[in-house]
């Protein structure tokens, strides 16, 4: 038996001297390289005591390093775990008592911060973008054997990552994906997006998300492809980038704030041959704005944690805007019912479930939650609201539970609603997202205070800290009650109808 996700790497090397990933430094790195660095960290993490399906918990800023470091768990027969850069000591606490990482890497600075949270960690290590650390020099002093690491027998079923997301209760759930979960999904974009080794993409996503670090690098390395690798996002940057590549992967905050570029024209883009978009819808807008100035059509696809990609816009055909296109090859999509789960026709509104070799496995150590959520016959429940018009063309009209994207991150609303219902004088909350023309949606607290209520300054300076940026509200707005249905329920669709145009120009 293979490692069955690394030999989706190997398979695609199109030449061990060709160059993967180059930063904005100038620093280069090959396909060789890679291979030897990621055998590298494999033969530490294994040197460390780490067994088949040990979890490796990581929690750097965004380097090369992290690439290699990925590679070399899924070499070394370990299960991921990235951990966005933004969540506080106490998030991460919560997340590494509930996988029991046999290794936890930080950056060095947050090492003594992160200190009281990793006391479960038999080992925690370090590692900076300059490839510097703990975990690097163990890597150097185990990486002797290179290339020639013997990688770990892992099939198509066996775990490969667990990726965090957002729950219904506020507690985060741990997404179990397999090998061929990602393997084959990055087979199929390959194939869709028509990728090929001579695609260079401009590589401006976190790679501790399923977007940056499963659809981008993934389906770079299936195809034997480079990356232009950017630390962040950077418009100007991207914008100088674009006539040495071919493609750009972003949310929709991407590409308004390139449409803020005065630089974009035709021209600057006229070597690139795709720009897709997900994480957070697109508005239509946007969407119109981007052709308009480049050319392009933005592709538009849907996906989230739990499923990889499941939908795309078409490569040659039509790239509607609002729509986020046709169920992949292998994937199954319909919508039913939400009561009762019967399947509806065109243009009914109702409850997106999909099945196929995407879907992952389940929720980490959550059996009652997993069986809750898959259909009888293997279909997954998404949560999501949507329909299929008549041209089979996929609409997301909404979300069930609430959940927020924000720059394209969930953002569950019960989380930062019990942060804000701890203040003093808060009363109650509830937490909404709005449309956002930069971030898609915006984080948003509508607060019943009482005596002793701080202010809106008062209630974001409160939340730093607890909770990370991307969750904290970009407005705190004040009522004197809450709207109910006679159940009692608090009706968060009257509030997002109210405050619609809040963040509009």
Known sequence: ??????????????????????????????????????????????????????????????????????????????????????????????????????????????????????????????????????????????????????????????????????????????????????????????????????????????????????????????????????????????????????????????????????????????????????????????????????????LERYGMTETNMSTSNPYAGDRVAGTVGFPLPGVSLRVVDPETGAALGPDAVGMIEVKGPNVFLGYWRMPEKTAAEFRADGFFITGDLGKVDDRGYVHIVGRGKDLIISGGFNVYPKEVETEIDALPGVVESAVIGLSHPDFGEAVTAVVVGGPGCPDEAGVQAALEGRLARFKCPKRVLFVSELPRNTMGKVQKNLLRDAHAELYRD
């Not at 590298?40 to 990581?58: C, F, K, N, P, Q």
């Not at 000591?89 to 009281?116: H, K, M, Q, S």
């Not at 493609?247 to 897709?276: H, Q, S």
């Open 1 to 298: 038996m293979t490692n069955h996700l690394f030999s989706l790497v190997r398979d695609g090397v199109p030449d061990p001297a060709k160059t993967v990933i180059e930063t904005p430094e100038g620093r280069r790195y090959s396909y060789a390289d890679l291979i030897a660095r990621s055998g590298a960290y494999a033969a530490a993490l294994r040197a460390a005591g780490v067994e088949t399906g040990d979890r490796v918990a990581v929690q750097v800023e965004k380097s090369p390093e992290v690439i290699f470091l990925y590679l070399g768990a899924v070499r070394a027969g370990a299960v991921f775990l990235p951990l966005n850069t933004a969540y506080t000591p106490a998030e991460i606490g919560y997340f590494l008592n509930d996988a029991e990482p046999a290794v936890f890497v930080c950056d060095p600075g947050r090492r003594d911060a992160l200190a009281e949270a990793a006391a479960g960690v038999r080992r925690i290590w370090t590692l900076d973008g300059a490839g510097g650390g703990s975990a690097a020099e163990a890597a150097d002093r185990a990486g002797d054997a290179g290339s020639a690491f013997a990688d770990v027998p892992r099939g198509p079923e066996d775990l490969a990552a667990i990726l965090y997301t957002s729950g219904t209760t506020g507690r985060s759930k741990g997404a179990m994906l397999t090998h061929d979960n990602l393997a084959s999904n990055a087979r199929t974009l390959v194939d869709f997006w028509r990728f090929t080794a001579d695609d260079v993409l401009i590589h401006a996503l976190p790679v501790f998300h399923t977007h940056g670090l499963f659809v981008a690098t993934n389906t770079v390395l299936a195809s034997g492809g480079s990356m232009l690798f950017l630390p962040r996002l950077d418009p100007k940057l991207i914008l100088s980038l674009m006539p040495r590549a071919s493609v750009l992967m972003g949310v929709p905050t991407f590409y308004t704030r390139l449409l803020k570029e005065p630089g974009l024209t035709p021209e600057a883009a006229g070597g690139m041959r795709l720009f897709v978009s997900g994480s957070a819808p697109l508005l239509a807008e946007t969407h119109r704005a981007w052709q308009a100035r480049t050319g392009h059509a933005i």
